[in-house]
């Protein structure tokens, strides 16, 4: 059995690179950044959703255009899922080094992407 020494020990926590660096930062600060996090997964959750659904739903193919955005809503999803985890990671340090939060990369990505993919669903696919 282990004490709570051990637990607690941040060589023994992962990511090594985020929990050994700094002090521990108050409870509620950590339980907002992982609040953060699964936001963002979410949202990736509903991006590989949409990708599905597009291939799913019977609209008419143009010419491999209908596979071009099952694609990209997909991978927007994927990498959604994988930034959000560097961006916790990131957040998690900065908080534990008292500086200030990053700035949020991936947020202007899925903005322009999705905003792109929405266009060109309005455009191509739905409009006569």
């Known amino acids: 059995m282990t004490d709570s020494a051990d637990r607690d020990d941040p060589s023994r926590r992962w990511p090594r690179s985020v929990y050994q660096a700094g002090s521990e930062p108050d409870p509620r600060f950590t339980f907002a950044n992982e609040r953060t996090f699964l936001a963002w997964i979410r949202t990736a959750l509903a991006l590989l959703a949409a990708g599905i659904a597009l291939e799913a739903l019977e609209i008419p193919d143009h010419n491999g255009l209908r596979l071009v955005l099952v694609v990209a809503l997909s991978a927007l999803g ?37 905003a792109i993919a929405a266009i060109v669903i309005v455009v191509v696919l739905v409009a006569p």
């Open 78 to 114: 994927a990498a959604c899922s994988v930034l959000a985890f560097f961006r916790w990671a990131r957040a998690e340090r900065a908080l534990r080094e008292s500086r200030p939060l990053p700035s949020p990369a991936l947020a202007p990505v899925l903005a322009f992407g999705l």
